[in-house]
């Protein structure tokens, strides 16, 4: 009785860590941050994917102090702290690749995201890379670096675009030419990616 009860103190006690007990954990490099994003598009994403989160990006260390690197105008970093207080109601999401990543993994990673510094934000979700999206660069940065996948692949097309919000910045971008086909993945497809490990939400 005494070990089922340990047992159950112990999953209780990861669950609480893992969900906001107020205890925020130390986040490592390659840790994927999601919040709700106060930009005009972002409700048209949550509708369209059916998800509260609307933009993602991924933190790394410089000079021992944690950053998010984000596409959200030119790609670049931003500090944590700034991260999570633009985020709509302070909210946020931190997942981490399972099992964890080493020193070397790391480095791949940084090297990858540094050839996407600087790129302007694609508005179109198109998925070369002359222009980069928020959950499109941190799924690259892993797949480039580690090939591993970190979401789900889908085709606009296979997203709800039927309320007219969606269709409004649909029309706003595209006219009649919505490339239902175009290769696409959704913050939501990295929230809950077998992949990554949710350490951290409030």
Known sequence: MKRILSCLLFVFSIYAYGMGSGAVPAFKDGDVIL??????????IQLATHSKWSHVGII?????????????????????????????????????????????QVSRMV??????????????????????????????????????????LEELGDFDLSHPKVQKILRERYGNNIPYDETVVSPEALAVNGNLVTIYQN
């Open 60 to 104: 790394f260390h410089q000079s021992g102090k944690p950053y998010v690197y984000e596409a959200r105008g030119p790609v670049g970093y931003r500090s944590l702290s700034a991260f999570i207080n633009s985020g709509s109601g302070k909210k946020y999401l931190v997942r981490r690749y399972r099992g964890g990543l080493s020193s070397s």
């Open 111 to 152: 090297s990858v995201a540094r050839g996407f510094a600087g790129k302007p934000y694609d508005i179109y979700f198109g998925w070369d890379n002359s222009r980069i999206y928020c959950s499109e660069l941190v799924w690259k940065i892993y797949k480039n670096a580690l090939g591993v996948s970190v979401g789900q």
């Open 35 to 44: 919040q709700t994003s106060t930009s005009s598009q972002s409700e048209a």
